[in-house]
C-alpha cells in the first residue's frame, strides 16, 4: 500500500539534545512538509520540500532543520535551540506544489521533552 | 493574505442527528478549498475539497460540503451522526504559493 510513515510514533527528548524524526514515503510524490501541531492552534507549516535537494522555511522554521537527499525521505531534526519542542508532528506530501494541493498525512510523532 | 476560520472550537451533537461545521475563508482568487478529520492521536484524512464546478461536493464517509462564494464559506456537513464521526476537524484553502492554510480545527463530540 502506498503511504506516509513517520517513525517513531513517541519520542522523548532531554533538554539540549537534537532529535531526527523520520518521513518516509512511497507515494512518489515531489513535494513533502512537515507541520507541527498544538492544541487549539491547527496546523503551522515547518518547512516543505518542492523538489530532492531544495527545502524552504514555512511560518516557524526556527530551531528546526531538514535534508532532502532522497525524493522519498524528508527527515526532521529540533534542535536545541526550539524552546518549546513538545508537540505533535506531522509529515505530509502532495504531487507536486500547486494549487491543486491535495497533501497526504503521515500518522504523526508525538515528541516530549523531559 | 489567504486565512481560514472555523468559528466553533468544539461542538456536540447526539448520535444520528445532523451535523453542519462551518467554516470561512479569505481568499482573492478562486479558492481551492479542503476539509480533513483526524482522530485522536493519528494523522489527517483527506474528507473532501472543491476546485470548480458543482458547489455542493460529496465526500467520504458520508459528508459533504457547500461551497458558497457569496458568503465566503464552506461548511461541512453530514446528515446522521455516527459515533465513530467523533473527532477534530479542519478546513483549509490552498494558497497562491501552493501552501496549504488551515483552519484552527472544530472538535466534535458525539452523545450516545
Known amino acids: 500500500d502506498g503511504g506516509i510513515t513517520q517513525s517513531p510514533k513517541y519520542l522523548f527528548r532531554k533538554e539540549g539534545q537534537n532529535v531526527t524524526l523520520s518521513c518516509e514515503q512511497n507515494?512518489?510524490?515531489?513535494?513533502m512538509y512537515w507541520y507541527r501541531q498544538d492544541p487549539g492552534q491547527g496546523l503551522r507549516l515547518i518547512y516543505y520540500s518542492q523538489i530532492v535537494n531544495d527545502f524552504q522555511k514555512g511560518d516557524i522554521a526556527e530551531g528546526y532543520s531538514v535534508s532532502r537527499e532522497k525524493k522519498e525521505s524528508f527527515p526532521l531534526t529540533v534542535t536545541s535551540a526550539q524552546k518549546n519542542p513538545t508537540a505533535f508532528y506531522l509529515c505530509?506530501?502532495?504531487?507536486?506544489?500547486?494549487?491543486?494541493?491535495?497533501?497526504?498525512f503521515g500518522p504523526g510523532t508525538r515528541l516530549t521533552v523531559l | 493574505a489567504q486565512s481560514v476560520t472555523q468559528p466553533d472550537i468544539h461542538i456536540t451533537v447526539s448520535e444520528g442527528a445532523s451535523l453542519e461545521l462551518r467554516c470561512n475563508y479569505s481568499y482573492g482568487a478562486t479558492p481551492y478549498l479542503f476539509w480533513y478529520v483526524q482522530s485522536p492521536g493519528q494523522g489527517l484524512q483527506l474528507l473532501l475539497k472543491?476546485?470548480?464546478?458543482?458547489?455542493l461536493v460529496q465526500g467520504i464517509k458520508g459528508f459533504e460540503a457547500e461551497f458558497k462564494r457569496s458568503q465566503s464559506s464552506f461548511n461541512l456537513r453530514k446528515p446522521s451522526v455516527h459515533w465513530s464521526d467523533a473527532a477534530e476537524y479542519f478546513c483549509?484553502?490552498?494558497?497562491?504559493?501552493?501552501?496549504?492554510?488551515f483552519g484552527q480545527g472544530t472538535t466534535l463530540q458525539v452523545k450516545p
Open positions: 507515494l512518489n510524490h515531489d513535494a
Open positions: 483549509a484553502v490552498s494558497s497562491n504559493t501552493g501552501k496549504l492554510i
Open positions: 472543491y476546485f470548480s464546478g458543482d458547489t
Open positions: 505530509a506530501s502532495s504531487s507536486t506544489l500547486g494549487l491543486y494541493n491535495e497533501q497526504f
